[in-house]
């Protein structure tokens, strides 16, 4: 059975309620992560418009608030405690990019962003990677001009600290989270899914090393097969092939809650079909954490772990 050992951290909360937490919170999520098995933390983002999760210089001079505290040398100090990997996210404007479609623009703010981070937690021994936070599912005009140079610059100012993404697939469900509906008709089908994302690997696969697809924009009946898509291109062009299998439940008329143990399930043996080599999420601190907002997320942690336990026996 694949596991889930890495999760990401969403303290920005662009779409999900913002659940408040301190350093005690924190400290007893990352305790609870490592019962789970997780070795792996990738921070989204660092920052989202106006919201930052450190005292930018950078972000404040183009307006962001500073927060009031500092949580990526929090989640450092942490993820070093408890002997995790530690995943640095980058700052995504909400605006440049996706509203304006001005790539260049999204890419000068954060060549100054990781210059400012890499000085300010460079040398922190967690730090272990960089987040390329830009989603995109397609040959999105300038997305892959967007991977080449900041992931270039981030490997050129770390030396050559692995990157990573995280798309997904233009499926079914690939809604946006501000739009009521939960499926629209039209999806991209399994070759042009195949086509376009061999057109964007063949240019970013010296800038990217890490791809984790989202899975949860396709029905599950279907997902394996992009899985196995995914898993053959990511070979072809030697990048690191991980499954962000998502935590929450896409079709509920309420976004979002966390996800049936059921799905999940479905969604873990699909992508050990495919041989995917590392299972992370979307995400624990709101979906499967016993202290979450939810109290669904306690009991989706506990059918995993009786489940896992039992899969080891």
């Known amino acids: 059975m694949l596991e889930i050992t890495g999760t990401f951290i969403d303290e920005i909360s662009h779409d999900i309620p913002h659940q408040n937490w301190g350093k005690k919170e924190w400290e007893k999520d990352f305790q609870l992560m490592k019962k789970m098995g997780i070795d792996t933390v990738i921070m989204i983002r660092c920052g989202y418009k106006k919201w930052l999760t450190y005292p930018s ?3 404040a001079a183009n307006g962001a608030f500073t927060p009031p505290q500092d949580l990526i040398q929090l989640f450092l100090d942490l993820s070093l405690k408890h002997n995790f990997s530690f995943y640095l996210g980058l700052y995504d404007s909400g605006e440049y990019w996706w509203e304006a479609g001005d790539f260049q623009k999204e890419i000068d703010i954060n060549r100054q962003v990781i ?4 000085k300010m937690y460079g040398q922190h021994p967690a730090f272990s990677g ?19 140079q900041l992931g270039d610059h981030c490997k050129q100012i770390s030396n050559n600290l692995p990157t990573m993404i ?4 233009d499926g079914t469900k690939a ?16 070759l042009d899914h195949e086509k376009e994302w061999n057109e964007i690997l063949s240019e970013i696969s010296s800038f990217v090393d890490i791809v984790a697809f989202q899975d949860g924009h396709v029905p599950l009946d279907q997902l394996k097969d992009y899985l196995l898509i995914n898993k053959s291109l990511m070979d072809q062009y030697e990048i690191t092939c991980w ?11 309420i976004k979002f809650f966390p996800i049936k143990w059921e799905k999940l399930l479905l969604k873990l043996l699909a992508a050990r079909a495919a041989n995917i080599q590392k299972g992370i999420t979307f995400e624990f601190s709101h979906f499967m954490s016993p202290q979450s907002a939810y109290q669904q997320a306690g009991h989706l942690f506990n059918r995993y772990i009786e489940y896992m336990q039992n899969a080891s026996l």
């Not at 210059?115 to 890499?118: A, G, I, K, P, Y």
């Open 166 to 169: 995280s798309p997904y697939i």
């Open 57 to 59: 210089n950078v972000l």
């Open 115 to 118: 210059d400012e981070v890499w």
């Open 175 to 190: 809604i946006l989270s501000s739009k009521s509906a939960l499926t629209r008709s039209e999806s991209i089908t399994l």
């Open 243 to 253: 499954s962000n299998i998502e935590s929450f439940d896409r079709d509920m008329p």
């Open 130 to 148: 960089w987040y390329l936070c830009q989603e995109v599912s397609r040959k999105m005009k300038g997305a892959i001009h967007l991977y080449c």
